[in-house]
């Protein structure tokens, strides 16, 4: 397909699980975005990668998320201890540059999690 | 922290009605956007504002962009059941490629 995909679309763990959400970026875009979406509410900026490097890693949470994208292309958001309050959806976005701050983002369906 | 409040909320109304929802900081942005999202999926793009005074229009969708970049409206003329989701204002900063996005406002008409 020629948009973003994410994988998995529902993913239900227990409190203290590790899970991993992917996002295939659409092919050619080298801006890379993570956002949480909690039910009601706006998606909030976790990370932003340029290419294979984090350009802005500000709005993780904290130590728990890490993500990571190695090739510039597919990117996995890693959360480690997971949280009952780490439930929400998770939303990848792509650009073709990220560097106007004017572009067009393309999202993805989302990942939404669900910590027990 | 959200720093952009959207205005109202929660809207019904009713096939025809015309609208407009806000966009409301108390920061500067070189750039803001606003998305509509369905459930189930991401944000769609529907407009990008740069200059402050610029207005964009998209059919039915009239969006504003305040003279201090500061705010932003948008405004849909006899609105149809089709135009229900969530409508959402994002903002840029000068200097950065981090997208702050509002509140949300959820629009429902009833046909």
């Known amino acids: 397909g020629a948009g973003v995909s994410q994988t998995p679309s529902n993913k239900v763990t227990e409190k203290g699980k590790y899970v991993e959400l992917r996002c295939d970026p659409i092919?050619?875009?080298?801006?890379l975005y993570w956002y949480r979406q909690s039910l009601g509410q706006g998606p909030e900026f976790l990370i932003y990668f340029q290419g294979t490097g984090a350009a802005d890693d500000s709005g993780l949470p904290n130590d728990r998320f890490f993500a990571v994208r190695p090739e510039g292309s597919v990117s996995t958001l890693k959360i480690q201890r997971t949280e009952r309050g780490d439930s929400a959806v998770y939303l990848c976005a792509s650009s073709w540059s990220g560097e106007s701050g004017r572009e067009t983002q393309y999202f993805g369906p989302g990942t939404r999690l669900l910590v027990l | 922290t959200q720093l952009l409040e959207q205005s109202p909320q929660f809207l019904s109304i009713q096939e025809g009605e015309n609208l407009t929802v806000y966009c409301n900081s108390s920061?500067?942005?070189?750039?803001l956007q606003w998305y509509r999202q369905e459930p189930g999926e991401g944000p769609v793009l529907l407009v990008t504002v740069v200059t402050g005074g610029e207005v964009k229009k998209l059919k039915r969708l009239t969006f504003q962009f305040g003279d201090a970049r500061k705010d932003s409206s948008l405004h849909i003329t006899a609105a149809q059941p089709g135009d229900t989701g969530l409508y959402l204002c994002?903002?840029?900063?000068?200097?950065?490629?981090?997208?702050?996005f509002g509140t949300g406002t959820r629009l429902k008409v009833l046909a």
């Open positions: 994002a903002g840029a900063r000068a200097g950065t490629y981090k997208y702050i």
């Open positions: 092919s050619g875009h080298t801006a």
């Open positions: 920061s500067v942005f070189s750039s």
